[in-house]
Every structure is written in C-alpha cells, then in structure tokens.
C-alpha cells in the first residue's frame, strides 16, 4: 500500500525503500516525499554519502536539478549522530554507505522516525547491490522504479556501464551509463576494450549506440520525467516521385 495515504501519525516508525536502475527516477521520488513530509511540517533531515560529489557537495541533485538541502555523511553511523530531532529522514544513493546503512535504518525507525532510502539495487553487473536488498526485506514499503531502455525503449531494469572498469562503484552519470532492459544488458561490456568489442561484433564499441532509425536519443536526456518524453517515431522516406511510380 502506498505509504503516503496511510495515516500512520500514531504508530511508531517506518522505513520506505525506493529502488531502480540508474536514470530510474528514485531522487526525484525521495524529494518528492520529502516535500510533501516538510508541507506537513515535519522536521526532516536528508543524508547522502560524501563520495557521491557530482553535482554538489550540500544539495541531494538528481538528474533534472531538482534540489533540496542535505548533509553529506562519511558514513551511516553518523546519520544517528546527526538526525536529532528530525522525524522523518531521507537518505540518498544508499548503496555507498555499505551494509552498516541496515541497522542504521533499523535503529531510527524503532525510534520512531520515518525513514526513506533511495538507492540501486543492482550493480554494473545486475548483481543484487548491499544494502538496499537487506533494506527492502526490513522495509515496511518498497517502490521499485523504471528508467527506459536507450535501445529499445522498453521498461529498463539495468545499469549498463557504457565505459571500462571493473570497479564495483564508479561514480557518474550518462557519460558512464546508461538504462537498458533485460535483452539489451550486457553486463560483459565494461571489461572488454574498445577494440574487443568491435572484434566480437556484438557491441559497436563501449559508448555503444542505438539504431539511429528508433528516433532514441543514444543519451538519456534526465532522470525520471525527462525519459518518459521519449517517443519513437518512425521516419518514412519521402520522395516526391514515389507517388507518380507507384
Ligand atoms: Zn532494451
């Protein structure tokens, strides 16, 4: 059920995971919450890791700059240290704060705040991520959304990382992945060079490309609302002649 039309203002705690693929929509999601927490005027608080600087060191940014304040933390724990009186805490790219972000999460809810993760629960190579897996077992609500599929347009579950490293976290954004769906994830991509790829035939390189006919940009244009503007169109030749052969 969704947790934002349940009264829950005379129970205890809750913990609320908000999960997806990358360019899924899952900041615009937890903002989105916790906007509509501070309308109620509720205290909140928001915490993302401090390795996450890509776009700004004291703003949760996603995708289509859409901010709010936060506080960048070295590590779960210190979300404890720093929440306070905040009775509802939001917490960003929760796959870089390791497995201690669970009973982290634990603790604050049986201390009575609202507390909503967002994070990936896969990897590069769509391997289940700690700790949101462990999180969406504890959790009293999990929403797990879509990006779309910059090949083929279908509901993308995958991060597919389009330049090489094996590093488990690679931080960026479109320049380093983009969304695909189950048929068009290629989790072996990353590990192959340039030149590999093109040998094997499968891939036309790392950054690789869609079929210019789909009318699908090769780059997602933003996170969440901006990929639902996709729209395939399909160009029909036009020839002046045709109609007088034909
Ligand atoms: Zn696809």
Same mark, same amino acid.
């Given at each position: 059920?969704?947790?934002?039309?349940?009264?829950?203002?005379?129970?205890?705690?809750?913990?609320?995971?908000?999960?997806?693929?990358?360019?899924?929509?899952?900041?615009?999601?937890?903002?989105?919450?916790?906007?509509?927490?501070?309308?109620?005027?509720?205290?909140?608080?928001?915490?993302?890791?401090?390795?996450?600087?890509?776009?700004?060191?004291?703003?949760?940014?996603?995708?289509? =700059?859409?901010?709010?304040? *936060?506080?960048?933390?070295?590590?779960?724990?210190?979300?404890?240290?720093?929440?306070?009186?905040?009775?509802?805490?939001?917490? /960003? =790219?929760?796959?870089?704060?390791?497995?201690?972000?669970?009973?982290?999460?634990?603790?604050?809810?049986? *201390?009575?705040?609202?507390?909503?993760?967002?994070?990936?629960?896969?990897?590069?190579?769509?391997?289940?991520?700690?700790?949101?897996?462990?999180?969406?077992?504890?959790?009293?609500?999990?929403?797990?959304?879509?990006?779309?599929?910059?090949?083929?347009? *279908?509901?993308?579950?995958? *991060?597919?990382?389009?330049?090489?490293?094996?590093?488990?976290?690679?931080?960026?954004?479109?320049?380093?992945? =983009?969304?695909?769906?189950?048929?068009?994830?290629?989790?072996?991509?990353?590990?192959?060079? =340039?030149?590999?790829?093109?040998?094997?035939?499968?891939?036309?390189?790392?950054?690789?490309?869609?079929?210019?006919?789909?009318?699908?940009?090769?780059?997602?244009?933003? /996170?969440?609302?901006?990929?639902?503007?996709?729209?395939?169109?399909?160009?029909?030749?036009?020839?002046?002649?045709?109609?007088?052969?034909?």
């Amino acid at each position: 059920m969704d947790p934002i039309v349940v009264d829950r203002s005379n129970q205890p705690g809750w913990i609320e995971v908000v999960c997806g693929s990358m360019f899924s929509g899952k900041t615009e999601e937890l903002i989105r919450r916790l906007k509509r927490a501070r309308i109620a005027r509720l205290r909140v608080e928001i915490f993302k890791p401090a390795i996450d600087v890509r776009f700004s060191e004291s703003e949760v940014v996603s995708h289509d =700059e859409n901010a709010i304040l *936060s506080t960048p933390v070295d590590s779960a724990h210190q979300i404890i240290l720093l929440s306070g009186q905040a009775q509802v805490i939001g917490i /960003d =790219e929760a796959q870089f704060f390791g497995l201690e972000l669970v009973e982290v999460c634990r603790s604050l809810a049986e *201390s009575g705040k609202r507390v909503i993760v967002a994070g990936l629960d896969q990897d590069y190579l769509g391997q289940p991520f700690e700790p949101i897996p462990q999180l969406m077992a504890i959790a009293e609500y999990v929403t797990k959304l879509h990006a779309i599929c910059v090949v083929c347009g *279908s509901p993308a579950n995958h *991060s597919q990382r389009i330049v090489t490293a094996t590093d488990r976290v690679v931080v960026g954004a479109s320049e380093s992945y =983009e969304p695909r769906c189950r048929r068009c994830f290629d989790p072996s991509l990353s590990s192959r060079t =340039e030149g590999e790829s093109n040998a094997a035939g499968q891939n036309p390189g790392l950054r690789a490309t869609p079929d210019t006919d789909s009318g699908i940009p090769d780059i997602p244009a933003g /996170d969440g609302l901006a990929t639902d503007a996709i729209s395939v169109t399909e160009r029909m030749p036009q020839s002046p002649d045709s109609a007088e052969e034909s």
